[in-house]
């Protein structure tokens, strides 16, 4: 217990009204995440797992509890705020990657820089920050490459460098792999594993149990409650996968 | 986030769709181009009129028949008359002080022949010695009609400048005999250059005595109807500080000698400026509509930019929401899109004052009409150009704030 949370997250439930009915999305869900873990969500559609990552990404508002975000207080915050945090503290991975198509890798990676609150770097050291994390994500020559100039995986790779960009707390990956072939989804896992051994924390949401073998924990959600929540050094990924298969 | 990031973002925006970007300009370039023509001709207008102040002569009054009472027959156009009469000018000129010119003119439109050259329509004025002196034409050549001439109804013409031009080329007209209608006159000078004041082109006129009108040019069943009528008596003051009170001492005069009171006058009598102001209500007419030209494009203008906005929010949602998990702050998106407005209606201003200059150089080579461009026209119209920007981008930019960044990313 020596490692602090990053996500505290206590009875959190997210109620939406579809006409006159209410459909609870979550249902009182408590979970923590150290500092440094590598978390794999799990649950089929429907179960609140986007639900949930739309809060865990300040993307949206608990109905009620509470949710800590590095020691903040996030749960009642102004969309004004909320913005900010997601700058600071949280970087995106999209399955659909969500990259500026009219833009450059380069000009994608530094967009959490150009929303950066009292930000004074050079052109040219943004641009050296930029080059430099695309190459650490490795992609290579793709500076000035469109996103449709460029494959699947390597416009993952520019989303991850763009979630790097601002050093935020929390990365949080939503199905990173979806879109991609098995051969580019490894790869992609593969950063994903390193940037978590460099000391990064991650959130990952996936169906894929392949995937969440890379995390270190796994929870599963079915109905808007935890079912399951698991360590994978207990728990051998090898059964898992092919109890889901 | 840095202003220069800002307008990247907005140019880059606009750079998307260039031409759907000029149409919607469009508006706005009209509007604006429209304000500038607008305050070119007025100023141009102005200037027009203050040089008219000055030539059309100094301190002068004009008599004049009132509008409706001219219908009226006048058999007896004697003193108790209600038509103003060169008996009425003379008695001005007698029992009033401070005046120091008196000047009849009577209009009358005849044929001018000289040999084989002839001119239709030509305007002759039937007046009086003064003339040159009060409406502030020079002498050319020759001398200008005398009370001699009045005395006798001699039959002498005195040219204008361009009509001897016409007649006689280079020559000097001084001693011919022209046609003026049916009779025979002999010219005894010409004027010199004067050009055209308010309606009046002083180079084409020809001057006969007053007399000679009254005596040979009254043969027609409207003239000899006028009798001895006057059109215009023109009143020169000696000094402008006392027009008010020779106006009232005009009136009380005309007053006794028609039998009336000031109030029942069937004369006006108006200084220049009264004169200035009817002519400058005809050019206001024409200001104002294209006042209401400009405005009108400055909002229709505004309203396709707010169109063209909602569309381009719409087709960039997913980009917005982008941008929102990246960190933009409603007020980075609102500043975005707002900027994007403004930058569209700016560049609409820049090619609407281009416009409006060379419009207003096209209405003044073209069409003749004086303009002026102001700088504060080109202020005034960029200011108005961003005051539509920003009231119509406002909307648009405030939805794109508004979007919920979850449904904006899942926008396809």
């Known amino acids: ?245 | 986030m840095k202003i220069s990031e800002v307008l990247r973002i907005a140019g880059e925006g606009i750079a998307r769709n260039k031409l759907r970007a000029l149409l919607t300009m469009l508006g706005v370039i009209i509007g604006v181009a429209a304000v500038i023509i607008m305050i070119a001709i007025s100023a141009g207008t102005e200037a027009t009129i203050s040089e008219n102040i000055k030539d059309l002569g100094t301190n002068l009054l004009f008599v004049t028949q009132s509008m409706g009472t001219m219908q009226a027959p006048a058999r007896n156009a004697g003193p108790s008359g209600t038509f103003l009469t060169y008996d009425d000018a003379q008695a001005i000129s007698t029992s009033i002080s401070g005046i120091s010119g008196v000047v009849v003119e009577r209009d009358i439109s005849e044929q001018i022949k000289y040999g084989s050259n002839s001119i239709d329509s030509l305007s002759v004025v039937g007046t009086t010695p003064s003339y040159p002196q009060v409406r502030d034409v020079v002498q050319a050549s020759g001398r200008f009609i005398t009370q001699n001439d009045i005395d006798n109804s001699a039959k002498v013409v005195v040219l204008g400048y361009s009509t001897a031009q016409s007649l006689f080329g280079a020559a000097d007209p001084t001693g011919e005999k022209i046609y003026v209608g049916d009779i025979r006159v002999t010219v005894v000078g010409v004027m010199a250059k004067k050009g055209v004041v308010g309606n009046t082109n002083y180079d084409e006129r020809v001057y006969i005595p007053l007399t000679l009108v009254f005596e040979k040019f009254t043969f027609s069943p409207f003239a000899r109807m006028q009798g001895d009528q006057v059109g215009t008596i023109l009143v020169q003051v000696a000094d402008m500080n006392t027009m008010d009170k020779v106006i009232t001492q005009i009136q009380i005069l005309l007053a006794k000698r028609h039998e009336t009171t000031v109030a029942a006058l069937p004369f006006t009598v108006r200084t220049q400026e009264d004169i200035i102001a009817t002519q400058e209500s005809t050019t206001a007419a024409f200001r104002s509509l294209l006042a209401w030209v400009a405005g009108v494009s400055l909002v229709v203008g505004g309203i396709g930019i707010m169109n063209i906005m909602l569309v381009s929010v719409t087709e960039r949602t997913r980009e917005i929401g982008i941008r929102q998990a990246a960190g933009a702050t409603p007020g980075d998106i609102r500043g975005q899109f707002l900027t994007e407005a403004l930058l569209l209606s700016l560049t609409g201003g820049l090619i609407g004052v281009m416009a409006g200059v060379g419009g207003a150089w096209f209405f003044y080579k073209i069409g003749e009409m004086r303009t002026g461009v102001l700088p504060n026209s080109i202020m005034l119209a960029f200011v108005s150009a961003a005051i539509v920007g920003i009231f119509f981008g406002f909307y648009p930019a405030n939805k794109a704030a508004q979007l919920d960044p979850i449904e904006a990313l899942r926008h396809e």
């Open chain 1, 1 to 245: 217990m020596s490692e602090p949370s990053i996500i505290d997250i206590d009875q959190i439930t997210k109620v939406y009204q579809m006409g006159n009915v209410d459909v609870t999305a979550l249902d009182g869900v408590s979970l923590s995440v150290k500092q440094g873990e590598f978390l794999a969500i799990m649950g089929p559609s429907g179960s609140g797992k986007s639900t949930l990552m739309n809060i865990l990404g300040c993307l949206d508002r608990p109905t009620s509890g509470t949710y800590l975000l590095a020691g903040e207080d996030v749960s009642r915050m102004s969309r004004e705020q909320l913005a900010r945090i997601r700058n600071q503290k949280i970087g995106f991975v999209f399955q659909s990657y969500n990259l500026l198509v009219q833009a450059t890798a380069v000009q994608n990676v530094l967009l959490p820089i150009v929303y950066r609150r009292n930000e004074h770097i050079s052109t040219k050291e943004r641009y050296e920050i930029a080059h430099n994390t695309l190459i650490s994500v490795g992609l290579v020559d793709r500076d000035r490459h469109k996103p449709t100039e460029m494959s699947g995986g390597q416009q993952q790779r520019v989303a991850i460098a763009r979630a790097l960009i601002n050093s935020p707390a929390l990365i949080l990956a939503d199905e990173p792999t979806g879109n991609l072939d098995s051969h580019s989804g490894i790869e992609i896992m593969e950063i994903l594993q390193k940037l978590h051994t460099e000391g990064r924390t991650i959130v990952m949401i996936t169906h894929d149990a392949r995937n969440a073998s890379y995390a270190e924990r796994t929870v599963q959600l079915k109905d808007g409650k935890i079912d399951a929540n698991y360590n994978h050094a207990m728990a051998p990924i090898q059964a898992m996968a092919g109890g889901a298969a």
